[in-house]
């Protein structure tokens, strides 16, 4: 294949891309400067040099040169490196990008991510999600309580089935996001379950 | 103005509709056969001889042919007349069709419907709600909860703020629907008073 | 049935709109004044009789009082009617919105109103265009050209074909409209048959 | 900025991709095995020497290991190279993917990528498109005719109007694709101007 259609494909298995936007952005890094094509290989080639998994939570951050010499087996993000969260409340979200957005809602405790939801026709859950990682720091840490943060859709409510079922004989409290009316949302156009949730979670 | 035009001015003020598709519709009606012309028009005719609005709910309901012979005044709807139905909660709507959605999350209680909601800038509140009704209502009933059921919007929310300080005095126990992710919602993208408030009402 | 149910399903046949659009227009009917709502039953009541089907181009088209008391058989619409027109030439369109459209463009000539497009499935196209009346009127009239004006789709495709056939026997010059770019659309994103069309009318 | 913000930022200069998007790519690569992600770095660096641009059309296209090593001024695509080509016929397009669709309609003529089009408001055309270089290959060439292929916008138009001007003293064909029903549209949307070129070029 030549190496035009070869990032092509490269860029179509990008989340959300299809052939076409793919085959605009290389023609974007065609007519870029040879300079900045060499800048963006040289970031997406250093991210793995620049960046570490948090030990604790799983998800990736940016580490600074110091650390990135020494070693990095261990390591933990600023967040679970930090004395002053709230290590008794373990938020367990799916993806990286959630904790951003949990963060601004205020939250002080510390996170889990499992790196995605189960399928519901897997056979093996820990395939797709960070089962057997999430377990261990379950039983490791002084947890009071877990909150399952899923998506409120078939698939995360499959995955909160298989982590309820999976912790429960852990001894620890185990809580999910209440459901309700999200901001912007109508009562003629919510589903019975979630006017039920909003019902009974009403104050 | 030519009749065409004129019917055409008429449906744009139906909900939703714009110039185009009014004029789809006098085209629609000009294609249809002359009976079920007449009969679409005497339907709209009969709205009112055929529907009542409820005394107590202020919703529209249909009317059996004895009742519409004789008063409408104080008629009440099959909700309303109900009498299993838990008088004693009271669920503040916006609009009829809210209360087809609510009856299906298996609430047993019984509805007022504002009839919409305060726009912001609106300085009399009672010419956009039914502010007055519900006051008497609210004073009349022995209700024991008020729930405020309005859409989790900017309007929603300074309607709902509203209605807790003229009902404030009253000695009633006043609620609002719980927040917290809608089904179908991902954390991803929800608000950080979605998070807030999911987090705050988990279980 | 109860009369809200009942007009809620006459809503729906209209073109475009579903159940719940349907029932919204029924709960704006409800809440508007009987007054408004006697008046749009009478107007589209009245529709037959304010209105005529023109006997040369098959379209709808009000008419004044003294018309409406007179005969309405071989009336015609203000186009037809005009002698200043080119009737030479006409421009065969799907339906009564497409000639205000067309007039828009400065065309001078007359129209026929078909009256819709033929499935491809369908095996009597006569049951679904005005075929014979075309023919009526294409073999009446002193014509010089005839302007297909149907949809670029594949139902419009079809159509055009049966009518090409139909028509070809009368001796009448027949002529299609040209494809091409239409306003906002971009090279990227043309199909081939549309660029292949744009370069053989290229100017 | 640390190297994930970094990223993120490069990939929201890519065509089409806000900020939240652009983070989920970094997330993407982040998650990859790094052999891939060495791997995409490696395609992108590459990219500028396993491809070159023609010297006549401007486009960008794949090159063989052999000519890479060699000199690459003066090189010509497989279209321009290709001696079965209408030389006589230039097709001038924005950009490189107009090319892909214009093959696919079987033009048999040769191209020239303008990269871009005109802003409404800018001073020196020559900034946004490849002005001096068109001119220069007009010049040069025994072009019988130059077909104007820009995109029927506001902004294609001004373009079209620049090239006509500065091409009109080369004493040259100057042509553009026609206006028309693009494949899909029906004339009941389609602008006044698009079914007048429709008409004027029907057939």
Redesign the interface.
């Known amino acids: 294949m ?6 092509t494909e ?1 860029f179509e ?4 891309i299809g052939p ?2 793919a ?9 870029a400067a ?1 300079g900045s ?12 040099a ?2 570490a ?1 948090c030990s604790s939570c799983y998800r ?3 580490i600074g040169k110091q650390a990135s010499n020494g070693a990095r087996v261990g390591i933990l993000c600023d967040i679970c490196g930090d004395s002053h969260r709230d290590t008794a409340t373990l938020f367990v ?6 904790i951003d ?2 963060e ?4 002080k405790g510390t996170y889990f991510v499992l ?1 995605g939801t189960v399928p519901l026709a897997a056979e093996e859950p820990a395939r797709h999600i960070r089962l057997r990682e999430l377990q261990k720091r379950v039983a490791e840490n002084k947890l009071g309580e877990i ?1 399952l ?5 078939t698939e ?1 409510d499959h995955t909160r089935n298989i982590l309820q079922e999976v912790l429960k004989d852990l001894g620890k409290k185990i ?14 156009y ?14």
Chains 1, 2, 3, 4 share one sequence.
């Open positions: 030549n190496p035009i259609d070869r990032l490269a298995k990008f989340p959300g076409r936007q085959r605009r952005f290389v023609q974007y890094l065609l007519s040879p094509r060499a800048d963006i290989a040289e970031q997406i080639k250093a991210l793995g620049n960046t998994q990736w951050f940016p979200v799916e993806k990286d990008a959630d957005n949990v601004r809602s205020g939250f790196g909150i943060g899923l998506s409120a859709t995360g809580s999910s996001l209440g459901r309700g009316l999200s901001t912007g949302s109508e009562l003629e919510a589903d019975p379950d979630t006017i039920a949730s909003a019902l009974s979670s009403r104050s």
